[in-house]
């Protein structure tokens, strides 16, 4: 069985522009949550979809949006990107919310 | 919203000594998860936990879902230096995940 995939695995920008990144779950999850770690820092919360839709947000500005498709990939975009998103992008995947979760390798955003 | 408080921060220990991280919140989960990143990777499941007062063990690894389902530690028995990394608790009230803020393990050889 496949693990969670993101896509790509690094990614430069330069400020101003967007950045796409991909999560792809386990096969039979349906809840999708991405975060955001700084070097070294922790896991800051940015996004929950959950059955195609966002069930939560974290503390982030509003050019920090995605979505979930019909077969429960995930995407997350950010606009207007700042040097400070520069960080490592993870996505976590779960079949339910009661059941263990588990992560992709990351996407590492550098911006320029 | 909940918070998980993990503690210690960060840990410098030599090789082969015991080691305990734990977490605790205000709010009860039915499930404690604990992971662990190696640097540039995602978190790796360790432990799941699924029942106030389990007691679970993977290797040199043994973890506890507290009694009062407010709480979890970790224990690492007789580290060696592949166990260096960010150690995550996360707990699941039945609406979404809540990590902690990790515990960085350094050791020494």
């Known amino acids: 069985e496949a693990g969670v995939t993101q896509s790509p695995t690094h990614l430069i920008k330069t400020r101003g522009q967007q950045a796409t990144l991909r999560c792809s779950p386990i096969s039979g999850h349906t809840s999708v949550y991405w975060y955001q770690q700084a070097l070294g820092l922790g896991l800051q919360f940015l996004l929950w979809?959950?059955?195609?839709?966002?069930?939560n947000r974290g503390n982030f500005p509003p050019r920090f949006s995605g979505r979930q498709f019909p077969n429960y990939s995930s995407e997350l975009n950010v606009n207007a990107l700042e040097l400070e998103d520069s960080a490592l992008y993870l996505c976590a995947t779960h079949r339910d919310r009661w059941r263990e979760a588990f992560f992709g390798q990351g996407t590492r955003l550098t911006v320029v | 919203g909940q918070q998980l408080n993990q503690s210690p921060q960060s840990m410098f220990i030599q090789e082969g000594e015991d080691v305990s991280m734990n977490c605790t919140s205000s709010s009860i989960f039915n499930t404690w998860l604990w992971y662990k990143q190696d640097p540039g990777e995602g978190p790796v499941l360790l432990i799941a936990?699924?029942?106030?007062?389990e007691l679970t063990s993977n290797g040199r690894l043994t973890a506890q879902f507290g009694i009062t389902r407010k709480d979890s530690f970790l224990n690492i028995s007789a580290s060696i230096p592949s166990d260096v990394g960010i150690y995550f608790c996360?707990?699941?009230?039945?609406?979404?995940?809540?990590f902690g803020g990790g515990t960085r393990l350094m050791v020494k050889p």
């Open positions: 936990l699924y029942k106030a007062g």
């Open positions: 979809y959950d059955e195609g839709e966002e069930r």
């Open positions: 996360a707990g699941n009230a039945g609406n979404m995940l809540t």
